[in-house]
């Protein structure tokens, strides 16, 4: 599709706005390449996977000819993510990356007009390229503590690519969508690290990641209609993180 929307236009200013600030990050991350675990300089490189739930959606026609087309997506309760990041620390217990992520997640049921919903080998999935700021919570200065964890909190904003791949009523297709959009994504995080050997660290984490609204093509009894949708997913992850 040969779409330019604002959306897509955010999407790409999000996009540029993560390497352009990687890239001005990069001399600082490289300043101390002796520097410890958790000090301004000293960088990492993790490998993350876990589960992603896509929580029911509402699916609307923006068609002039669809008003009062309204809709549900009702994903399976589990979905699958996998991911990467590449990062440092900026000062001290304060680090910024760039994570590269993809999740999908199977679709039960899809319906706009009331038709069967039956959507059997349908799915959803979404690629993510964000740019994430975390807060590193050191327990020993903050409650003299050799507890050998550390916990952490994170957001971000970056750019994301939804498919919709879904039909329902097969043999008999009275909705269809199979499409990619571009997007803007944002995310929460929060989680703890635990320290496995000198350089690597095992991740345990949670995160809520969310686009803004972006449209999709499909049809609707074999007429051409175009559909607006958000995707959000609440996701449990685990991962190694190897300092260099």
Request: charge should be negative; aromatic fraction near 10%; hydrophobic fraction near 40%.
């Amino acid at each position: 599709m040969n779409r330019t929307r604002p959306s897509m236009k955010i999407s790409l200013l999000a996009l540029a706005t993560v390497f352009v600030t990687g890239l001005v990050a990069a001399p600082a991350l490289a300043e101390d390449e002796e520097a410890s675990r958790g000090e301004a300089g000293s960088r990492y490189i993790e490998y993350l996977a876990g589960l992603s739930h896509h929580p029911n959606g509402t699916i609307r026609g923006i068609n002039s000819s669809s008003v009062g087309l309204f809709g549900r997506a009702e994903p399976k309760v589990v979905g699958y993510f996998i991911g990467g990041s590449l990062g440092g620390y900026v000062i001290d217990n304060v680090r910024a990356e760039i994570q590269v992520g993809y999740r999908n997640s199977g679709v039960d049921q899809i319906q706009v007009q009331g038709e069967s919903a039956s959507a059997g080998g349908s799915q959803m999935s979404l690629l993510s390229v964000t740019y994430n700021a975390y807060y590193d919570f050191d327990l020993k200065e903050l409650a003299d503590s050799d507890v050998p964890v550390t916990p952490w909190l994170g957001l971000g904003i970056g750019w994301g690519m939804p498919r919709i791949d879904a039909e329902n009523n097969p043999g008999l297709t009275q909705l269809s969508i199979d499409d990619t959009d571009s997007t803007m994504v944002y995310n929460f995080m929060g989680g703890v690290n635990v320290p496995i050997g000198d350089t690597a660290e095992l991740v345990l984490g949670y995160r809520y990641l969310a686009s803004i609204e972006f449209d999709v093509r499909g049809s609707v009894g074999g007429a051409t209609q175009r559909f607006e949708y958000e995707y959000g997913a609440h996701e449990a992850f685990t991962g190694v993180r190897f300092d260099f």
